[in-house]
């Protein structure tokens, strides 16, 4: 028995049965391919002898052709999501890391590695930054006048 | 399949256990409460879901609706847990 095989397919109903070896589709992505699927068909699961049945009926009319695309986008979609799957565990602590480090910046924390010692901009002498000159002075700093006033 | 509850005002559906939750059935049933009945029940390997007072001046088919709910309430939950 195939990987990935049309149980039925009737065209008059725009539905189509498709089964799968569940030993080799995990559950995750089961579920990831056919919520790509629920904009623009009704979708049914079931397990049956150790296969799961997907149930699929579209939410417009569709011919044979259609249809048989759909089984095909379907597995195509079984794929992309295993493969996307293996990716993002095998990035998760590239995406934990960056996460991490975006969070700490957007709550003004500052890496481990880092410290206030490594400020770009001396508050002193903004200036002085080493980024932009700043020929209009758009850059003063508010601090002083604040002081002032 | 879903059956079309186009014709009928009640309809019985069997969801697999092992594939959806039975917390997110009863989100989707809550969710189309205003256009159907929905009673769930355990038996053996499937939630029975019996729909009944089923709203037909709605446009759409309800009963398939409410599974593409329970699935997409499950893969959601399911992949919260993780």
Redesign the interface.
Known sequence: MSQTQIETLDPASATLTLSLESSLYPRDILYAAAYVFLDRAYVLLDKKEGRFIVHLRGKLPVDEAALRAMAGEFANELLAQALRQRVVKANQRIIDDVTTLAIAGAAGGTPEHGSDDTLMIDEQNPAEDGFLDDPLGIATPWEPKKKDA | ??P?SDRSTSAT????R???VEEAIADAAATFADFAAFAVQSDG?HFVVDVTDINRDVDG?VV??F??FA??N??IR??SD?
């Open positions: 399949m879903p079309s559906v069997k969801l697999h092992a594939l959806y390997e088919d398939a609706e599974c593409n699935l997409a499950t893969a399911r992949k993780v």
